[in-house]
C-alpha cells in the first residue's frame, strides 16, 4: 500500500467534501446525514479513485490492478469513516482524555489518572484539519465544516467519543477528545466501580422508577454522562424516550435491546447565511410535541434550562439531565445564571421558584485523586424541599461527602417524597 498516495487521496477527498458541504450551505440546502451521507462518501471515493485512475491512464503508467484498487478504496474508506490514525488511541481502553496541540503534540490521559506525551497522529498541522474535517461531515445528524469561516465543531465519534477542535484562533489546531469508555452502563457497573454504594444505588434506582426528575452535577470529566446513562439504564423498555444534545453523545437511541422506542435530537448550527439553525430550547419544545414518556436533555448550557423546567412542570416526569457546576449546592446558581441570559430573562426569584417546581433531586458526581490513581464517586444527593422564608431553594441533603473520600447517608434527614420512593422499591432500611 503506497501510503503517500492514500494520504494524497484522501486531502482531495476532505476538499471535495468540505466543498460540498459549503455549497449546500450557502444554497440553503440541507445537509446529508446518516446512510445518505454514508452512502455519498462511499461514492465520492470511488470518485476520487477513478480520477486517479484516468491520470494514471493518461500519464501512461501502469493501470491498478483489482486488488490494488480495492485496497486503496478500502484504505480511504477506513480514514472517511473512521478517525485515520488517531483510531489507535481510540481503540485503547485505557485512554480516557486525548489533547492535541498542533500535529507535534498529543498527550493522553489514562482512566488511572496518568498523563503521558505520545507521537503524533498527522503529519502535519494541515493532515490534522483534513482528519478532522472529514469526521465532522460524516458525524451527527449533520455535516459540519471545519474551516477559516467556521474555525471550531463539536461532534461524536463513531465509537460515542466527543471531539471539540478549533483552528484560526489558537497558533496551531486544537483538539480535544473525551472518550466515553463506559457507553453502555448500568448503576450496578458504577457499585462496582466504586463510584456509589448498593444502598445508594438502590435509591437512586428507585428515583428513576418513582419518575422524579434528575439534575445531575459535576465539574469537567467527572463522569456527568456516565452517572446520566447509568440512570436511563433503569428506564424500563416500555417507554418512549427523547434525548436532545449539542453533539450526540449518549447513544441511547442506539442501544435498541434496552431502549426500541427512543428518539436522539441534535442541535444544528446556522449556515453560512446565517439561517437553518435549530437550538436546543427549540428542539426540547419540539420533543414534546412527540408523546415522550420522558424527555432526557444531555447538558444545560444556556436558555435551554427554562424551556426543560418548563417541561418539567408539565407534566414529563421521570426527565433527566446534566450541569456543568462545582458542588450540588451551586446547581441552582448556575441554572439562574443561564435563565436570566434566556430570552425570559427570569429573575432569580422567578428562578428559584422554577426549580422549587419543576426540580426533585440534584446528583453531585466528582472525580477524585486516590493513591492508586483515579476514581468517580457519586458526593452528594439533594432534595428539593421547596423554597424559605427570604426566597432562597431549600433542601435536604440526603447523602454527602464524609472529608475521607466516602459518602454517607444523612441519617435523620427525612425524605419527603419517600412514600413514592417505597412503592418504586426503595428500602430506606439498606436496599431494595
Not at 426533585?360 to 421547596?386: C, H, K
Request: aromatic residues 4%.
Amino acid at each position: 500500500m503506497d501510503y503517500n498516495l492514500v494520504k494524497r487521496l484522501q486531502a482531495e477527498l476532505g476538499r471535495i467534501r468540505q466543498d460540498e458541504i459549503a455549497g449546500r450551505r450557502s444554497g440553503g440546502l440541507p445537509a446529508l446525514a446518516g446512510q445518505d451521507a454514508h452512502q455519498h462518501g462511499k461514492a465520492l471515493v470511488q470518485r476520487v479513485v477513478g480520477n486517479h485512475e484516468s491520470q494514471l491512464a493518461e500519464s501512461g503508467a501502469e493501470a491498478l490492478a483489482w486488488e490494488e484498487r480495492q485496497d486503496l478504496v478500502e484504505a480511504l474508506e477506513a480514514r472517511l469513516f473512521g478517525a485515520g490514525n488517531l483510531q489507535l488511541l481510540l481503540d485503547d481502553e485505557r485512554v480516557e482524555n486525548i489533547d492535541i496541540n498542533g500535529f507535534q503534540h498529543v498527550f493522553v490521559e489514562y482512566a488511572d489518572g496518568t498523563t503521558a506525551k505520545v507521537r503524533p497522529v498527522a503529519g502535519s498541522n494541515e493532515e490534522l484539519v483534513e482528519t478532522i474535517q472529514t469526521l465532522a461531515a460524516h458525524e451527527g445528524l449533520s455535516a459540519r465544516a471545519f474551516d477559516v469561516a467556521n474555525v471550531r465543531v463539536n461532534l461524536r465519534l463513531p465509537d460515542g467519543s466527543r471531539l471539540y477542535a478549533v483552528q484560526s484562533v489558537t497558533r496551531t489546531p486544537v483538539v480535544s477528545i473525551r472518550r466515553h469508555r463506559h457507553s453502555r452502563v448500568g448503576l450496578k457497573d458504577l457499585i462496582g466501580l466504586g463510584t456509589l454504594d448498593e444502598d445508594l444505588g438502590d435509591f437512586l434506582t428507585a428515583v428513576v422508577k418513582a419518575r422524579k426528575n434528575v439534575m445531575v452535577a459535576g465539574g469537567t470529566s467527572a463522569g456527568k454522562t456516565t452517572l446520566l446513562r447509568a440512570l436511563a439504564a433503569e428506564i424500563g423498555p416500555e417507554e418512549r424516550l427523547l434525548t436532545v444534545e449539542r453533539s450526540l453523545e449518549l447513544g441511547l437511541d442506539e442501544d435498541t435491546d434496552a431502549h426500541p422506542n427512543a428518539i436522539a435530537f441534535e442541535e444544528r448550527l446556522a449556515n453560512a447565511e446565517s439561517a437553518g439553525a435549530v437550538t436546543m430550547a427549540e428542539l426540547v419544545r419540539d420533543t414534546l410535541r412527540m408523546n415522550p414518556s420522558r424527555v432526557i436533555v444531555g447538558e444545560v448550557l444556556g436558555d435551554e434550562v427554562v424551556t426543560m423546567l418548563n417541561a418539567m412542570t408539565q407534566g414529563n416526569d421521570g426527565s433527566l439531565s446534566t450541569i456543568h457546576a462545582n458542588s450540588s449546592a451551586d446547581v441552582v446558581h448556575k441554572i439562574a445564571t443561564y435563565a436570566i441570559q434566556a430570552p425570559e430573562r427570569l429573575p432569580w426569584e422567578a428562578s428559584v421558584r422554577l426549580v422549587a417546581s419543576a426540580l426533585d433531586f440534584i446528583v453531585f458526581i466528582r472525580r477524585v485523586r486516590t493513591e492508586d490513581g483515579q476514581r468517580r464517586i457519586v458526593e452528594s444527593v439533594r432534595e428539593i424541599a421547596g423554597i424559605t422564608e427570604d426566597g432562597q431553594l431549600a433542601t435536604n441533603e440526603l447523602w454527602g461527602p464524609d472529608g475521607f473520600g466516602q459518602t454517607l447517608r444523612s441519617h435523620g434527614v427525612q425524605v419527603r417524597c419517600q412514600d413514592d420512593l417505597i412503592a418504586a422499591g426503595w428500602r430506606p432500611e439498606g436496599g431494595a
